[in-house]
């Protein structure tokens, strides 16, 4: 896998994290044809809205996804930006959904479908590479596992059934290349298809018991995409569930400032400028990209009083 290839992956994994070591150059022509590389159903043009807290966001974006399609969502994808090592002083964006949403989505869920895995260590070597490689690349900090964990018992506490990625032995060594190298183009594709069929199956099984509750969806702001560039496509389920279940697929992105205002790829997007026009001190943003497709931006951390 070439340089530009391994680093496009790299940044999808994650999240949108363009600001890795081995990342190439952007360029005005790229970021242009980047932008224009998307799926034939391209967003109408991205609509900026201020709100006085996440909640108050949250609860419009649900309400306007509900409108939009005539019934409430009930596949709701929230994609965040991950955490790098050098901003662990800034609330990650798995804590804000914990701490400030969580409790506006959690009374009307059945289920919350993680993108993560837990390694069984019965699968010898291959398994042990695969997770030593992954962990060295992605490079996020130990506190996001402990905010994963306590998702998952926040999640049980509450009668929400929480759901990780199921690996197996066959897909620890499908991911390994000639080399027996991580081929993270392979590893993107399994954890979309892993992610993509597991909440199919809680969606499906839901709706065969006649529960129509919500299956909230928590990972990496790549694979819930609804409009993908072209490159990222075949790494993202929004279309497809939008098309399994008509009318019920919602994506939201969680993004917290500091992380995505470093990243040049980030401050190309459409939305950007909208963004910081409506920025305001203690003032939630949403990003409107499309019919079921949102991005909430956090208000900016503000430094502690001297």
Known sequence: MNRVARSLVLCAWLAGSRAAAESPKTTPESTAEATQATTADKPAPPEAHNYNSVTDALRAILEQAAHDAGKAPRVVAFGEYHQTKGKTHIRSAIKRFSEELWSTVAPGASDLVLETFIPEGNCGKEEKKVVADVD?????????????????????????????????????????????????????????????????????????????????????????????????????????????????????????????????????????????????????VVIRRGPASFVLLFPKTQPPAK
């Open 136 to 284: 060295k690349t992605i490079k996020r900090p130990e506190t996001t596992e402990n905010e994963l964990v306590t998702l998952i018992k926040q999640a049980k506490a509450q009668g929400i059934q929480p759901h990780i990625l199921q690996v197996s032995c066959k897909d620890y060594e499908s991911v390994l290349d000639e080399k027996k190298q991580v081929d993270f183009v392979k590893m993107l594709k399994l954890v979309n298809d892993l992610l993509e069929q597991r909440i199919t199956e809680v969606r499906n099984r839901r709706l065969k018991a006649g529960v129509d509750k919500t299956v909230m969806v928590y990972g990496g702001a790549i694979h819930n995409d609804l409009y993908p560039q072209k490159e990222l496509a075949p790494y993202t389920f929004g279309q497809s569930l939008t098309k399994t279940f008509p009318g019920e697929y919602l994506e939201i992105d969680l993004y917290v400032p500091e992380f995505v205002e470093s990243d040049a790829a980030q401050r190309s997007q459409p939305w950007f400028p909208l963004y910081k026009k409506a920025q305001k001190p203690g003032q939630v």
